[in-house]
């Protein structure tokens, strides 16, 4: 009849699903079976999953936390899940997230409908370390907390002379992007002062999520600035302050 369609009536069928998952997750709950994280990520655009899993970023440090964003880890994966807008949350709480597969800037997330805490003692992920070509390979480790050591080649400053990020190699000349947001600074006062000791051509060990930037680059995304160190060379006689290593 050449009427224009009702704003509202245009969603495709995805939506549609979309919105009826919902629903029926509202009214059913449990009903939805509980999945691994790799699962999840594996999981095409909307697919409803129900996973658990230990945080490994959360939201209890104003200075150590991602704007909305939690990570969550179990044995076979970990996985960001946005938006979190809910009660401040510790790393090694162990949670129970349902909802949508989906991508955000190329990175593999779940969309919460619901969290729930689980009555659990908690764990504390380790990060996970080895052979850099597995290691920053985001369909292995996408959503991991990971860590590597290398030699600093480049480092990244803002206008304010704190430090934004570097790029490490290791023995085979492999690449790891370090990245550290302006809203990420160090547990106590969420200060960056970074910049003193990683420098280019020092020994850095560097922890954080392995992540795809806005500028498509894989990362590690830093949720604490103490996990980003300078590992000083052997004849230093001195003990490392940030990791306790003695040197």
């Not at 370090?178 to 020994?203: A, F, H, M, W």
Request: charged share 25%.
């Amino acid at each position: 009849d050449g009427s224009m369609e009702e704003p509202g009536t245009i969603w495709d069928e995805p939506y549609a699903n979309y919105t009826i998952a919902h629903n029926l997750l509202s009214i059913g709950g449990e009903s939805v079976a509980l999945s691994t994280i790799r699962q999840a990520r594996q999981g095409a655009e909307n697919a409803l999953f129900r996973i658990r899993g230990y945080v490994t970023a959360g939201t209890s440090n104003p200075y150590n936390t991602f704007p909305e964003t939690i990570y969550v880890q179990d044995d076979t994966g970990g996985i960001a899940v946005i938006p979190y807008t809910g009660e401040a949350i510790q790393q090694g709480t162990a949670v129970e997230i349902t909802g949508y597969a989906g991508e955000s800037g190329g990175n593999r997330v779940v969309k919460p409908s619901r969290w729930k805490l689980l009555e659990d003692d908690g764990y504390v992920y380790e990060p996970r370390e080895g052979d850099w070509g597995e290691l920053l390979d985001p369909d292995l480790c996408g959503g991991m907390l990971i860590q590597v050591e290398g030699t600093c080649l480049e480092v990244y400053a803002r206008e304010d002379g704190t430090l934004a990020g570097c790029l490490l190699q290791d023995s085979r000349n492999r690449l790891a992007r370090v990245k550290i947001e302006d809203y990420i600074g160090n547990g106590s006062d969420g200060g960056n002062d970074l910049q003193k000791t990683i420098r280019k051509g020092r020994t850095v060990r560097a922890m954080g999520l392995l992540h795809i930037d806005e500028y498509g680059d894989t990362v590690i995304r830093v949720r604490n600035c103490e996990e980003v160190v300078w590992v000083p060379p052997l004849h230093l006689a001195l003990t490392n302050p940030k990791t306790g290593d003695t040197v």
